[in-house]
């Protein structure tokens, strides 16, 4: 085998390793969409005292938190 096939079978074997480690990785760390239903719906709607209100962008918010 010659001094070139030998680098190219090598940087083959490199970039398909490197590849299967990436599918790897990512299907690994994928992640399941969180579960709404333990949102909390009893908070106050709206509370003069301090101002908050739970508007729907604050709800969506609090169930990205969930994990």
Same mark, same amino acid.
């Given at each position: ?5 030998? $680098? $190219?079978?090598? +940087?083959?074997? %490199?970039?398909? =390793?490197?590849?299967? !480690?990436? &599918?790897?990785? %990512? !299907?690994?760390t =994928?992640e399941? !969409?969180p @579960?709404?239903?333990? %949102?909390?719906?009893? +908070?106050?709607? @709206? @509370?003069?005292?301090?101002?908050? $209100? +739970? =508007? #729907?962008? &604050? $709800?969506?918010?609090? #169930?990205?938190?969930?994990?």
């Amino acid at each position: 085998m010659s001094e070139q096939n030998k $680098r $190219r079978l090598f +940087l083959g074997t %490199v970039s398909a =390793t490197a590849a299967a !480690a990436a &599918i790897g990785t %990512v !299907a690994a760390t =994928t992640e399941k !969409a969180p @579960d709404t239903s333990r %949102v909390n719906t009893s +908070l106050p709607a @709206d @509370d003069q005292k301090t101002g908050y $209100r +739970l =508007t #729907e962008h &604050i $709800r969506r918010y609090y #169930e990205t938190t969930l994990s």
